[in-house]
């Protein structure tokens, strides 16, 4: 009997031991982890990982689990850093294009305090102050379209209709323009309708940006085409271009961004994003592509 008792006493204090060694273990291993936690609390903006120092039980399962919680809070910082670069640069260049054109009306206002103007220069003054004016009011209204459709607060109203004819009819109020550049665009219009069901505003919007973009940004060479592709309505709007790189065609969607570095030709940036952000309320997309000096921005949308 008092030798099972002692056996009993020695298994007892075997597995007090052991009990003990690995309680000793943890408390090992959870100052080592309140350490790394301490170091990368110290350190800020770090991609320092934590580790283990003896992998006892499921401490390595936490520790992996604390680095992947970590890594996610790092690229949700990241993000928001980037997003917050964005933004202050698109504050400054929209800043920039919106006081370029009011400084040059401030101007010629000045000048036409001077009452020994003859009368033609007033007028052509007058003109000027007038034009700058327009431009900043067209820039402003990108800015609200754009606002209210990334806010969703832009309301689409969907119907069936005949977008080449729409297409072409768009395409005529810009007849003036492509005279005073002397040129004569190629325009490819389907023999059949396309009918598709959309917004009617949204797709002139759609037109109107693609080519004022293409007159802007443009050197020659103006194609403008509504097509059945593949089951789907195509337009396409093409032109030379000597200020538009390869390296453009990631962003050239993005908000506020132009390919035009000293952002002297009276634009936001705000024409294609809108672009493509309506062609997608409306089932569509947009894509563009360059091929040599020929730059080509495509939308599609589902037929009806």
């Known amino acids: 009997m008092q030798t099972v008792y002692f056996s009993i006493s020695v298994i007892g204090i075997i597995a007090a031991g052991i009990l003990s060694a690995r309680l000793w273990c943890y408390r090992r291993e959870l100052r080592h982890m309140r350490r790394e936690l301490a170091l990368m609390a110290s350190c800020g903006d770090t991609n320092h990982r934590m580790t283990s120092s003896i992998g006892v039980g499921e401490t390595e399962a936490l520790i992996d689990a604390i680095n992947a919680l970590t890594a996610q809070g790092r690229g949700e910082v990241m993000r928001v850093k980037k997003e917050n670069a964005?933004?202050?640069e698109s504050i400054t260049s929209i800043s920039h294009d919106i006081r370029t054109p009011l400084t040059s009306a401030k101007g010629y206002l000045?000048?036409?305090?001077?009452p020994d103007i003859p009368k033609e220069k007033r007028q052509a003054y007058l003109a000027v102050v007038e034009r700058r004016l327009d431009d900043v009011t067209d820039m402003l209204n990108q800015l609200f379209e754009y606002a209210r459709i990334e806010a969703g607060e832009l309301e689409l109203e969907f119907e069936e209709f005949n977008a080449v004819n729409l297409f072409a009819e768009t395409i005529s109020m810009f007849y003036g323009d492509f005279c005073e550049r002397s040129c004569e665009p190629e325009i490819l219009l389907a023999e059949e309708p396309c009918r598709i069901r959309a917004d009617r505003h949204a797709f002139v919007r759609i037109t109107e940006n693609l080519i004022r973009n293409a007159l802007v940004h443009g050197t020659g060479g103006y194609r403008l085409s509504a097509q059945?592709?593949?089951?789907?309505?195509?337009?396409?709007?093409s032109n030379l271009t000597d200020s538009i790189e390869q390296q453009d065609m990631d962003r050239i969607f993005d908000r506020?961004?132009?390919?035009?570095?000293?952002?002297?030709?009276k634009t936001t940036g705000l024409g294609l994003a809108i672009v493509q952000r309506l062609a997608r309320r409306m089932g569509g997309d947009a894509s563009a592509f360059l091929d040599g000096r020929r730059f080509t921005i495509e939308v599609r949308f589902p037929l009806a």
């Open 256 to 265: 506020f961004y132009t390919t035009d570095r000293s952002r002297s030709r």
């Open 228 to 237: 059945k592709d593949d089951g789907r309505m195509l337009i396409g709007v």
């Open 110 to 114: 000045q000048l036409l305090q001077n």
């Open 86 to 88: 964005a933004y202050r």
